[in-house]
């Protein structure tokens, strides 16, 4: 099946401060989606993208399908952002999607 | 009104019961899952239904069986609880494996 890499896999950032959050994959795909998991353990979609630009608010994101990557881009990071990012993909068949391990993200205030 | 519902949000039990977990959704999706989150926060899926069909079985033991009474619910039930069980379920529902959205998770605890 897909492989899915996440970086880093930790991160600790000051109120206020920009982020990169990677995300690798093997594969071909249909569907790639980030999330947020936040510290009570609520999973927001953050977004769906399969190819291109997306932004909200202060979050964005970039998949170049062709290159097997995408990220996500945190600016003017506050302390709410803490929590875990998961990048998530499915390929052409009838697999569910494929989670990657995630990135903890801690801000501080 | 919550999108994606599911109760209880905490089960405790003991090593050979019997349990069920039950989701709601309310987006009007066509398609419903089971997710899986260990303790090292890692996610996998377990079961899906497009229109109350079984399209997705992932290698999950017998003892796990899911339940689509219609398009819009989706029930767990776990036969003969061990204590590897223990774990954050998550429902999911999405339109065509389009964009997901969890249920807030069941933490069950298996002793």
């Known amino acids: 099946g897909i492989q899915v890499e996440q970086s880093p896999p930790d991160l600790i950032l000051q109120e206020g401060a920009n982020s990169t959050l990677r995300c690798n994959f093997s594969?071909?795909?249909?569907?790639l989606q980030w999330f947020h998991q936040n510290p009570w353990g609520q999973l927001i979609n953050l977004f769906y993208?399969?190819?291109g630009t997306k932004q909200n608010g202060r979050l964005s994101a970039t998949t170049v399908a062709t290159e097997r990557y995408s990220l996500l881009y945190i600016s003017s990071s506050q302390t709410t952002d803490s929590g875990v990012y998961f990048c998530a993909v499915k390929g052409g068949g009838a697999d569910g999607l494929t989670f990657g391990k995630g990135t903890h993200l801690i801000i501080q205030p | 009104d919550t999108a994606v519902s599911q109760t209880p949000k905490y089960l405790v039990t003991q090593m050979g019961n019997d349990k069920s977990i039950k989701c709601e959704q309310n987006?009007?999706?066509?398609?419903m899952y089971w997710y899986k989150q260990d303790s090292k926060k890692f996610l996998k899926i377990m079961f899906s239904?497009?229109?109350?069909?079984?399209?997705i079985n992932e290698t999950v033991p017998n003892r796990f069986s899911p339940k689509s009474p219609d398009k819009a619910h989706l029930n767990l039930h776990i036969n003969s609880l061990e204590l590897g069980d223990s774990a954050v379920y998550f429902c999911?529902?999405?339109?065509?494996?389009?964009?997901?959205?969890f249920g807030s998770g069941t933490q069950l605890s298996v002793l």
């Open positions: 993208i399969p190819s």
């Open positions: 594969d071909s795909v249909n569907n």
């Open positions: 239904y497009n229109n109350k069909e079984l399209i």
């Open positions: 999911a529902s999405s339109q065509s494996f389009e964009k997901l959205f």
């Open positions: 987006l009007g999706h066509d398609t």
